[in-house]
Structures are given as C-alpha cells and as structure tokens.
C-alpha cells in the first residue's frame, strides 16, 4: 500500500496483528492524542488523527489484516482514512480519530470468531470507540453484532453479505437475524447489497454465458459459503438451470483432483465456487483447470471471495478468464463524488489497482461519521439513527438503507481475471430472481 503523509500519534500494537498493522499509514496532529482515546487491544495498530487539537473518541475498523485478504484489507484502511480527511477528522462538531483493528489469525490466515469476538468486546468496554467500520467476513459480523448491539455502538459493513445478518431467509441458524440484535434496535448496516442480489447476479450472467448444468461448490464448515451457494441455487432454479451436482471442497486439502475428477464425470457447462480465495481457493482453481480444463471449454464463475487480485497472484495462469462477482459497481463506474474519491485512492495505493472493496470502507466511513454527526457524537444516538441515514451524491451515489439495515442499491459487478480483475458486465438482477435467490 501506498504511504500516506501523516504521522501517528500514539504506538502500540500486539504481536497477533503487528506484521500488518505496523506497515499501516501514520496520521499526524501536532497535538498528538490522549492515551486512552483508543482501544488497548494486541489486535490494534495505533490510534491515528490528522486534525487540529485532540480527538475526543475513534471509529475503529474491523477486518482481516494478515492472509490473502491483508491488501484488500490494507486498501480497505487507507480509503477509511481517506474519507476521515475529507470530513475534516470531524463528525459534525466532534473531532475523530481512527484505529485499525485486525480479526484474522496470524496463524491461518483467516478471521478468527474468538478474535471477533475479544474485539468487539474490547470496543464495547472502550467509551470513546464512537462505532466501528466492518467486518469484511459475514461470520465475524455474526459473531460481533449481539455484543456491540448490547452496547449501542453502530456497526456499518463495507463487506458483509450473509443474507442472515439482517433479513430471515432459508439456512438461517440461532434465530437470526432477530438474535443478533437483543436490544431491539437494528444498529448495523451495510453499504452493499446482500448475498440475494449476488446469487441472483452472478446466476443471470451465468445464463447469459449459456450455461444451463453448472456444478457447484463451496466451502465446507463456512456460513457465508453455504449461504452463497443456496442463493446461487434458487437463482438457478428461477432461470432454469438445473444444476450438475452440489459438493463441499476441504479448505485443509492438500490437493483436489479427486474431486474435480467427480466434477468433471458431471459434465458441467460450467463450475461455480462459493467460497474465499483464503480457503484454499487457488489450489481448486488450479486443479479445476488441470481436470476439467480451461476456463475457456468450463467456464469458471465465483463469489465476491475471489474477486481480488490475490486470486490472479495467487492461482497464476489458471485464474485466466474465470469470472467473479462483487455487489455494487465497479470503482472506475463510480459516478461524480465516487470518482474523485477513487482517482485520489488510486494515487494513495499505487502501483496496485484499487481493489473491488475499497470505495465501500470509504463509503462505510461517510455513513458512521454521518450518523455520528446528528446524534452529537453519541454512539448509543447514532446506533440509533443508522438505518435513517440517507446519502447523497456520496461515494456510491445516492441511496438509503430498509429498516432492517440493507442498502437500496442492489446492482452486481461481474469480472473476469486476465492481469487484474477487469468489469465485464454490470447486472441488475430481476426482482423475481433475488426472491428466488433468498428462498434458495
């Protein structure tokens, strides 16, 4: 990630976090801040304020910053702070600093639901923690939402899109989504549509591809991946496909020949994966390449999980032409306010392209500042008055939230790998298609 000129204004970080949070940006203040102004947790990097005085509490963000994911993650950060500096480190008459929270281990590399859990903790017991910007991995949202909700500090997701977290669909476990808000109030939102809008997206441009017998997998032992393939399956259903077959890939396997052989005995006319690139996903990419063939004969399609340039880097030639998913639209489609605030990302984060998720932690961060700005900076108020919020000419346009914490956008990008992941296709899925997608 590009170097930000701002200095920090308080150190301090644990080992479980150090490697990626040290290499974060540092903001400057003259001032420099309170000691206690910040979250004391090994997870967290420094409390970080480019703004004149001292702030009087902090947004943290929340997100798996060691693994595949650390430079989306990074990105994530840097467009966080970017729409800090363009607030003016301000929500309203507040003055905000920022915290970069890691919830991934260092050891797999992937969120961790204790670490998610210690954290949101952590904020809970921390009073100048005014809201925190995250997750990017629905499962850690699940595992954060009931504790900050106890708390009243408002969560807004760039990331998350499990259905389950706001609106009851089939395959929701533990009472959700009413379990995760035991207050009563819906105190998180999200600036991306959810996962019916996904399958129904990514399976309309499937039939547009032609294909009509997909095989699908995904993910063992993974809520988000589990939901993404029902989603992909009721889609499917509305737009006739009938699917090949349906399995689980082991993210602990050492290969997955022997399943992509019983893949292929299939004969799909094409494979979707429902997953994270973290799980393993290269080695699948490369084996389905290698048993299957090309992406050219078998295409290959993919949740928003692979939808980053770790995939390419990682999978090298076979991720060629394989297509993958983001809700939203892509960041160089962004109109007016969302293009500026892309070029000047791009010149933060350069020579790497601008990854898919990084406009949306920034329009994360506008939101949380906004609803921080009319409840005075009370994070109980603005916990409050987050599905009220409404933005305009923001960085993802104009748009609202339902009163059960989901954007009003619902439009689905479709990529395809060549040397960065390049928009092939902004899909609108049809009304009928995202009911059938949330049904599974």
Not at 10 to 17: K, L, M, N, T, W
Not at 122 to 133: N, R, S, W
Not at 332 to 338: F, V
């Amino acid at each position: 990630m590009g170097m930000i000129g701002w200095t920090s204004v308080r150190g301090g970080v644990g080992a479980a976090a150090a490697a990626a949070l040290l290499a974060l940006p540092a903001v400057a203040s003259g001032q420099g801040a309170p000691a206690t102004v910040g979250v004391a947790s090994p997870n967290c990097g420094p409390v970080q304020y480019g703004g004149p005085g001292t702030p009087s509490g902090v947004i943290v963000s929340d997100l798996p910053m060691v693994g595949d994911s650390a430079q989306r993650s990074s990105q994530m950060v840097t467009a966080d702070l970017l729409a800090l500096e363009q607030a003016g480190w301000r929500a309203g008459s507040v003055p905000v600093g920022f915290q970069a929270c890691n919830d991934a281990s260092p050891t797999t590399g992937t969120w961790d639901a204790d670490m998610c859990r210690a954290n949101a903790q952590a904020y809970a017991a921390t009073p100048t923690v005014l809201g925190v910007v995250g997750t990017y991995n629905s499962g850690c949202a699940a595992a954060m939402i009931p504790i900050l909700n106890q708390a009243s500090t408002p969560m807004v997701s760039p990331g998350n899109t499990l259905i389950c977290l706001t609106e009851p669909a089939r395959g929701c476990g533990d009472g959700m989504p009413g379990s995760l808000y035991p207050t009563g109030v819906r105190s998180y939102v999200r600036v991306i549509p959810n996962d019916a809008y996904q399958g129904a997206g990514l399976a309309s441009f499937a039939s547009r591809l032609h294909v009509r017998r997909p095989f699908l997998l995904y993910a063992a032992h993974d809520a988000t991946s589990t939901g993404q393939a029902r989603t992909y399956r009721g889609a499917a259903r509305a737009l006739g496909q009938r699917l090949a077959g349906v399995r689980a890939w082991n993210p602990q396997a050492s290969d997955y020949r022997r399943l992509m052989r019983k893949v292929k005995r299939a004969r799909p006319d094409a494979i979707v994966l429902a997953g994270l690139i973290d799980q393993n996903g290269a080695r699948l990419i490369r084996d389905k390449v290698k048993v299957v063939g090309g992406n050219r004969h078998v295409p290959l399609l993919a949740f928003d999980g692979f939808a980053q340039q770790e995939t390419i880097r990682a999978a090298g030639r076979a991720s060629r032409g394989m297509y993958a998913s983001v809700p939203g639209v892509d960041p160089s489609q962004l109109p007016g306010r969302g293009a500026a605030f892309t070029r000047e990302l791009a010149t933060k984060v350069a020579p790497a392209p601008v990854e898919l998720f990084a406009p949306y932690a920034g329009q994360a961060t506008a939101v949380l500042l906004s609803a921080l700005e009319q409840a005075g900076g009370s994070r109980g108020a603005a916990a409050a008055a987050l599905v009220s919020t409404q933005v305009t000419d923001g960085v993802l346009g104009s748009f609202g939230f339902t009163a059960r914490g989901d954007s009003t956008l619902g439009q689905v990008t479709v990529y395809r790998a060549a040397a960065t992941m390049r928009p092939a296709r902004l899909v609108t899925p049809r009304a009928r298609v995202v009911r059938a997608a949330r049904l599974g």
